[in-house]
């Protein structure tokens, strides 16, 4: 069974541009949450998303988004990206609401 | 909203050595989970333990739901257990959603 799939692995932005990150959840997978790690700050609680709806939000300003679509894969959007953004975000998936989470290998992004 | 702390915060052993790493948390919860993050920054699912003891290996876990702490047993440890071991816990009013501690960096040298 192939686990969770991040794309793209590595990712250079400038600043003020837009990106969009991409998670295939485990087959048969509903649940998709997306996590940021930072040294400073550590991992950081995104969104979370079960059938297509948001879950649950961390706090987080409103360049950050996100999308579940009907096949379970999930999508976050950056806007106006800045230099603080540079970080490793991961993707995690779950059989439901509130159960075992599982990783995908993350998006590591660098904005310059 | 809830804590979670982890220590120690680095740990160094030899090869061969024992050792428990600990986790405690300041609220109730219903999820709890170890992960090792391997060198390219991927979480490696080690335990899903709310409560109780489970054992894989040379790894156990040990959660104390009442007392609020869990524990990561690593016994005879390899060179390859060296990395970032992190504690997870969900909450009962917030979904999914993971609050991590900061981790232990383990470094097992040869």
């Known amino acids: 069974k192939a686990g969770v799939t991040q794309t793209p692995r590595y990712l250079i932005k400038t600043r003020g541009q837009q990106v969009t990150l991409s998670c295939s959840p485990i087959?048969?997978?509903?649940?998709v949450s997306w996590y940021q790690q930072t040294p400073g700050q550590g991992l950081q609680f995104l969104f979370e998303?079960?059938?297509?709806?948001?879950?649950n939000k961390g706090n987080f300003p409103g360049r950050f988004s996100g999308r579940q679509f009907s096949n379970s894969r999930s999508e976050m959007n950056v806007s106006t990206l800045e230099l603080g953004d540079s970080a490793l975000y991961l993707c995690?998936?779950?059989?439901?609401?509130?159960?075992?989470?599982?990783f995908g290998q993350g998006t590591r992004l660098t904005v310059v | 909203g809830i804590q979670v702390e982890q220590s120690p915060p680095d740990l160094i052993l030899q090869e061969g050595a024992n050792s428990t790493l600990r986790c405690n948390f300041s609220?109730?919860?219903?999820?709890l989970q170890w992960f090792h993050q391997n060198p390219w920054g991927q979480l490696i699912n080690l335990f899903y333990?709310?409560?109780g003891t489970k054992q894989n290996g040379r790894l156990s876990a040990t959660t104390v739901a009442t007392e609020r702490y869990s524990l990561l047993y690593i016994s005879s440890s390899q060179t390859t257990d060296s990395g970032v071991y992190f504690c997870?816990?969900?909450?009962?009013?917030?979904?999914?959603?993971?609050?991590f501690g900061q981790g232990t960096e383990l470094s097992v040298k040869p």
């Open positions: 333990i709310p409560s």
């Open positions: 997870a816990v969900g909450v009962y009013n917030q979904g999914g959603k993971l609050i």
């Open positions: 609220d109730s919860v219903n999820n």
């Open positions: 995690a998936s779950s059989l439901a609401w509130r159960a075992e989470a599982f």
């Open positions: 087959s048969g997978h509903r649940s």
């Open positions: 998303y079960f059938s297509e709806t948001q879950r």
